[in-house]
Each structure stands twice: as C-alpha cells, then as structure tokens.
C-alpha cells in the first residue's frame, strides 16, 4: 500500500475538493491564448493532481463538515477507493489535455476541464448531495463536447444524452431525500438493495441512476448514441470518466449486491454482438466500452476484497486503452474524415505510428499478457472462479473472447489493414502522436509491472497474474479467436461491413415512442382544439345574446327620450306613495 | 420499408457497399495499392501459417503444466483454445444473423429526425392542429361592437 500524505498544507482550504482547480480554472481561459493556453492546459491537471496528492486520508474526526440544512456535508473523503479513480481520472485528463492541445476551439478545452473536473471532485465527494451536485455538472458540462461537433446529429444526440444524464441526477437526488428520510444520513457510503420499506425505496432510486450513468443493459442506450456523434478531442474525455464515476459510485454504495453479478455478465456479452456488426469504428469502441463495464460491475458484484480490486484495477488500466483507442480512431477520423469500416483499409502504409499505437491499445482491451488488461481483467474472472460462479465465468471467457475479436481484431483490421482503398493522408499531427505515445507507454507500463498499480489499490491484498497456467491459458484463448477470425475471413462467412443503422434501445425513444406517442398526442391535441373551438362557440352565442337584450340596438339598450324619463321618474314615485299609504 | 429491405438485400448478395467512398474521405487516385508490406499475399501466407504453429504449440503446452484449475472442465487438454474459437465463430455467425433482425438504413433516424416537423422524434406542435379548421355558423351578423370582422382573425383564432 502507497502511504497517503499526512496533513495538507495550510495555504490549501480543506474543503476545497481535488478537482475544483480544473472547473476554476477553466475560468481563465478566456485570457490565454497560444502557447500560453496549451502550457496552461497541461499545467492545471499537473497542478491539480499534486493537490490530490497532499490530500490526507480521510479522517471522520478531523475532517472538514458542513452542516446545511441539518445536512451533514463531506466534500473532501479521500481513502482507498476514492484515491485511485481520482489519480487515473488525472492522469486522463492530462493526456486528454495533450490529445486536444492542437484546437483553438476555448469551448472545448473549458467544457473538457469543468466536465474532468467535476468528475474528480464527485469521486471524491462525502455525502450524496455534493456526489449530485457534481454528478449533474458532468452532464451539463460534457454535453458541449457533444455539441461542439456543430452537425445537426450532433445537435439532436447531445440533447437526448443530456435528458438521460439529467434524469440520472434526479433520480440520484430523489434517492438521496428518501434514503435521508429513511436513515437520517445523506453520507455517500454503503447503501445496498436489502432495506425494507422506505429506505429500500431509496436505495433502489440511487442504484437505478448510478445503473443509467454504468449502462445497464437497457440504460445504455445514451452512450452508444452520444459518444460517437462528440467531437474527435471530446469522445476521448467522455469515453473516461461518466461510466467510471458509475462503476466507482457503485463500487461505493452497492458492493456485494448480488443482482449485479447477472447485470454485469449480461453487459459483457450483448454488447460484443452489436460491436461485430456495427460499421462506425468509434460506435464499435463505445460497445466493447459497455462489455469492459460488464467486468467491472461482476466484479463489484461479487464484493470480495479481490474482486473489487480487481473492478477498480480494471477500470484503472481500462481508461487507458480505451481512452488510446478512441485517441487513435480520433486521429483517423481528423485525416481521413470518415471511422466507417466499410470506407477505411490500409491506413498502416500513411499513419504508422497511429497504426502501431492502436495496435498497442488493442492487445490491451484485449488482454494479452504484458499489457495493462491482462493484469487487471484476469483478477475479476480469478475472483468470479473463486466464489464459483461458474456459468458467470463462462460468460465473463466468451466475453475475453469476443471483445479480443472486435476490440482487438476488427478495429485495426478494418481502419489500419484490410483492403487498401487509396486513402493517403498525413500522420497525426504532433500532440496526438505523444498523447497516444505516453498512453501506450502506460498501458505497457501497467503490463510489465502490475506491483505498482496493485500497490494503489483498495485493499491489501496481493495478486500475482503471471503464472504459468494463467499466461498459456490467456494466450490459448486469444490465439485461437484470432483463428477463428481468419478462419471467417477466408471462408467469407465474416459479416462485410456495411453502411448501415443497427437497432437498439435507442430505437425505442427515436422511432418506436414517437411512432406510437405522436398519433396519440396529435389526437389528443387536435380533441382539445375541437373541445375549445365548442366553447368558444358557446360563449360567443351567450355574448350575442346579451348583446341583444342590452346592445345599442337593443330595446334596453337604446337612448330615451326625456319626457318617457320623466314619465317613468312620476310612475315610480306614484307606486312608491301608494306603497306608503298601504304600509 | 420495402426500399431498406431492398437495399439489404444488394448488400448481402454483393457483400459490399455499393456507394463509393463519401467524397470528403481523401482518396489519393494515383496511389499505388500493391506496394505495402502487408499487400504480399505470401506474407500473409506466413502470418497465418505461423498463427496456425503458435496455436497448434500451445495446445501442446497443455500437457506438461498443471492448470490449478478451480473447475473440472478448464482441466481438458485445449480447453480454452476450444472454447475461444468456438465462441468466436458462434459471436459472429450469431451476429451475423442479428443483422437481418435488427439492420436498417443507415440514415434510418436522420431521415426522419432531420426534417423540420419533428423535433426530438415527436411531431411539431404546429403539426397538432386539427385537420379541418373547425367552420363556424355566420349567425351573429349584425350583433358586432367592432363592426365588419377581419376574416383573417376569426380563422387565426379559431385555428388552435
């Protein structure tokens, strides 16, 4: 275990969060320009991270506490779990920071830091209301990564994201009012689906909002939808920190909870489906995205000190090369201006180190010995064995298998090598090349020597991936996939990648809901236009009427005459005196 | 619907795309497509050939280490190169035929959600007006403050 620092200095608030530098000083940058802005881009998650890192570990006693509303708030908790995700999470930022360092546009890079930033600040967060209060600013501020790629789909995707997103944060608040109600704490800790009645009510709000934000099978649907449509720069921030602040916030709160173990073995497996048909490179990535949480949320769901090791582990080494392969579908995107499949091949021969580096990212996800994968992904399946669960193990080997195939295989296969269609573009430019380079040095890093990150980890409890039956059983598994994927080839069964739209949750609020909800909604509104017009029409005979009785060409309504007023003025006082005499 | 099943038909019989490249992607015409290193069939040749050794190598391993399997099934002689192949043949040839379930065009959404009169996939509200404009009985002629009415005002009005 790495030890933590002892005191934070005292020119440092105690309450300000890890994090909270990168959303204030997005406040800056519309003062810097050039060279200035790209040192400064770099500088503040640096800055950032050492402000981390002079972080104590969270101490209840001494700890900042605010009380707000008879709300007992935490905003700084720093310990096991907590410490990892918000290093991997800077060390994302910064070489997001590097891999977008070419653009002018200030948007970007201040939507990029305020979204990186408030991750850091929610993983750190004590309490469930600082947790939403940062949980929202995600959404809100990673949305304009989405935007900021100015096309209509763009437009209408970031939109749908951001109604998902927001929904999450409700449900989140929701959840925490209930679970206040229920135990009279708002700590964000262990929560678990067993409470009965109200607290139980709260918990599973909490759980569903954290399930939208890890896509859930049939609450993913935003990601897949989102993530390809954002800019180039802006998928490489988004594919590290809404779905791991997830799988972290689940980590936290519902470790050990046993529905997760069927969720999560379902998502490493659907989503490999969809990625071997799907054609748009990047939609492929966000897909083998969704099978890698699957892993992390078996191993959350199993609860046992090494499989949560191994979840955080994973998701540690999974930002990594995921984050390198977006980088590197990014790049091809910015050259050559399509990540279609069927549009792509033979890339190799103009963009080499691109080439090379998500090759590199590739036997990463996929988990070959002496890449970051291997290390981390063979803890979750060691533990899901351990604890005998054998049918999930099953899955969790089909699932190695497959995302070797069309993480591993078919994203290189299809941008870098199959047939060479005449693309010749430039490499890179620069500042990608060494965002992608340092990622691959890391996700090799991680490969070689596993020590240093399981030192970081949770718990104390050591792992050793290279063994020999571990080391030939993995590369068994991978070398006869890659078989089985030349086998395909060669045969011709291998499924051509085609221009096309695959159908999936998303469907059910972009065709199936509108299909079925806009006829019942234009009846409904054209009902109410008739009802209103019948009103309308009523009302206008009721005026005629009156208008009749007492208009200016109504007997009432036309101008007497002065002797019939003086006649009238007489016959009244008349019935008057002769109702007097009778009295 | 009959023209995306058309259309899927001609790509499964070709087994390509029809379209050519979209025209932003910077097809170099003169490009030379045989010289890569990867464009030498026998290299391929190679490559497969040495996938096939590595794999057949490995097997073999089997024999001589102990798996410290925690199932009985893991301890079969080429238990996971077994199982990997066939999950991977069984993933694609699965997916394979989920595409004739769940494969549309590609701009199956856009075509409709690019259009002005939806937003978010729900019909403009301008499209919830009722089909007819409800027609009202000329009767209260003659009773008007304001004098002859402006036609136009009474349909405007009516209109919602």
Known sequence: ?583 | MSSSSHHRDSYQRDGHHPESLPPEVPVDPEARLDDGYFDDPRRIAWIVRGLIIACVLLTVADLFYDKHAKYDFEDLFGFFGFYGFISCVGLVLAASALRRVLMRDEDYYTRREESSSWILGFAHPARWRPAEPVVEENDDSGTSLEGPEDPQDATRERAW
């Open chain 1, 1 to 583: 275990m790495v030890s933590f620092a002892s005191a934070l200095p005292a020119w440092i608030p105690a309450w300000l969060p890890p994090g909270s530098l990168l959303i204030l000083g997005a406040l800056l940058l519309p003062l810097l320009r050039g060279r200035l802005l790209q040192g400064y881009l770099v500088a503040l998650p640096v800055l950032s991270l050492g402000h981390l890192l002079l972080t104590p570990v969270f101490d209840p006693s001494a700890a900042v506490t605010w009380s707000v509303l008879g709300l007992e708030l935490n905003p700084v908790r720093l310990d096991g779990l907590s410490r990892i995700f918000g290093l991997i999470f800077h060390l994302a930022a910064l070489l997001g920071m590097i891999y977008a360092l070419h653009l002018k546009s200030r948007l970007q890079h201040a939507a990029a830091l305020i979204y990186t930033g408030s991750a850091i600040a929610a993983v750190l967060a004590g309490d469930l209301i600082t947790l939403f209060i940062f949980w929202e600013l995600t959404a809100i501020s990673s949305v304009f990564l989405i935007w900021a790629r100015r096309t209509s789909r763009a437009r209408r995707a970031g939109l749908r994201y951001l109604v998902i997103q927001v929904a999450s944060g409700v449900l989140l608040l929701a959840g925490a009012a209930v679970w206040q109600r229920a135990t009279g704490s708002v700590e964000f800790g262990a929560i678990g689906l067993d409470g009965g009645g109200i607290a139980g009510l709260g918990g599973w709000l909490i759980f569903l909002a954290f399930g939208i934000k890890a896509c859930f099978p049939f609450l993913h649907g935003w990601m897949q939808d989102a993530y390809p449509e954002a800019t180039i720069t802006g998928t490489v921030f988004l594919s590290g920190f809404t779905t791991k602040l997830a799988i972290y916030a689940l980590a936290r709160s519902f470790a050990g909870t046993d529905l997760l173990i069927p969720i999560g073995a379902l998502m490493t497996a659907f989503p490999i489906f969809y990625a071997v048909i799907e054609n748009d490179l990047r939609r492929v990535l966000a897909y083998s995205l969704n099978n890698q949480l699957g892993f992390m949320v078996v191993g959350i769901g199993i609860g046992t000190e090494l499989a949560l090791n191994g979840a955080a582990a994973h998701a540690f080494a999974h930002i990594l090369y995921k984050a390198l392969l977006f980088m590197s579908m990014g790049a091809v995107l910015l050259r050559a201006k399509t990540v279609n499949g069927s549009d792509l091949g033979g890339l190799y021969k103009s963009m080499p180190w691109t080439c090379a580096f998500c090759c590199i990212g590739a036997a990463s996800i996929s988990a070959f010995p002496l890449f970051s994968g291997f290390v981390t992904k063979s803890m979750i399946l060691s533990a899901a064995a351990k604890e005998h669960h054998t049918l999930v193990y099953l899955v969790l080997l089909f699932a190695s298998a497959g995302v070797f195939h069309h993480s591993g295989i078919k994203i290189p296969y299809f941008a870098f090598f199959a047939h060479d269609r005449g693309i010749r573009v430039k490499e890179a430019p620069f500042n990608m090349l060494l965002a992608m380079g340092l990622t691959a040095f890391l996700c090799i890093f991680v490969g070689v020597a596993p020590g240093l990150l399981y030192d970081l980890l949770p718990f104390g409890e050591g792992y050793h991936p290279y063994t020999t039956a571990h080391v030939i059983t993995q590369l068994q598994l991978l070398l006869f996939s890659a078989l089985a994927f030349v086998f395909l080839q060669k045969t011709g069964l291998y499924p051509p990648e085609l221009r096309s739209v695959n159908l999936d949750v998303d469907g059910l609020y972009r065709r199936f809901a509108p299909a079925v909800l806009a006829p019942a909604g234009e009846t409904l509104a054209r009902t109410w236009a008739r009802a209103a017009a019948g009103v309308q029409r009523t009302f206008s005979r009721l005026l005629a009427l009156l208008k009749e009785l007492y208009g200016p060409q109504s007997v009432l309504g036309e101008p007497w005459p002065t002797g019939r007023t003086t006649l009238l003025a007489a016959l009244l006082l008349a019935l008057y005196l002769v109702l007097y005499y009778f009295r």
